[in-house]
C-alpha cells in the first residue's frame, strides 16, 4: 500500500523560503501515469489546492501562488519538494501532499499533513 509522507520545519520566518519533502513508501508508484499534488489548509479555511508536477515534468500551478510556488525533486523515485518563498503569516497551514494516479480528476493516495507556521 503506497504512503505519503510529508516532512520539512515546522516554523518558517516571514519572508523566508518553506521547503517541504513528500516521500513515498510502502511501495513503489503503481503507474507510470501520476501527478504529485500539493494542498493546504490554513486555520478556519478550507482547502486550497497549492498546484501538481505530472509524470511528464509539467507543473501547473494555483494562479494565486504562482509566482511565489515551486515543485522539484525526482517524482519518478517517488520524492517530490514544495518550495514557497516569500511567505507571510498568511501562508500558515497545514501542507499535503497527494497523488493522483492514471487520472488528475481524483486523489488517490494523501500524506496525514504537516503544520507549518509562519512566523517572527
Known amino acids: 500500500q503506497v504512503q505519503l509522507q510529508e516532512s520539512g520545519p515546522g516554523l518558517v520566518k516571514p519572508s523566508q523560503t518553506l521547503s517541504l519533502t513528500c516521500t513515498v513508501s510502502g511501495g513503489s508508484i503503481p503507474t507510470n501515469y501520476y501527478y504529485w499534488n500539493w494542498i493546504r489548509q490554513s486555520p478556519g479555511k478550507g482547502l486550497e489546492w497549492i498546484g501538481y508536477k505530472a509524470y511528464s515534468g509539467s507543473t501547473y500551478y494555483n494562479p494565486s501562488l504562482e509566482n511565489r510556488a515551486s515543485f522539484s525533486g525526482d517524482t519518478s523515485k517517488g520524492r517530490s519538494t514544495l518550495q514557497l518563498r516569500s511567505v507571510t503569516p498568511e501562508d500558515t497551514a497545514v501542507y499535503y501532499c497527494?497523488?493522483?494516479?492514471?487520472?488528475?480528476?481524483?486523489?488517490?493516495?494523501w500524506g496525514q499533513g504537516t503544520q507549518v507556521t509562519v512566523s517572527s
Open positions: 497527494a497523488m493522483a494516479v492514471d487520472s488528475i480528476l481524483t486523489l488517490d493516495y
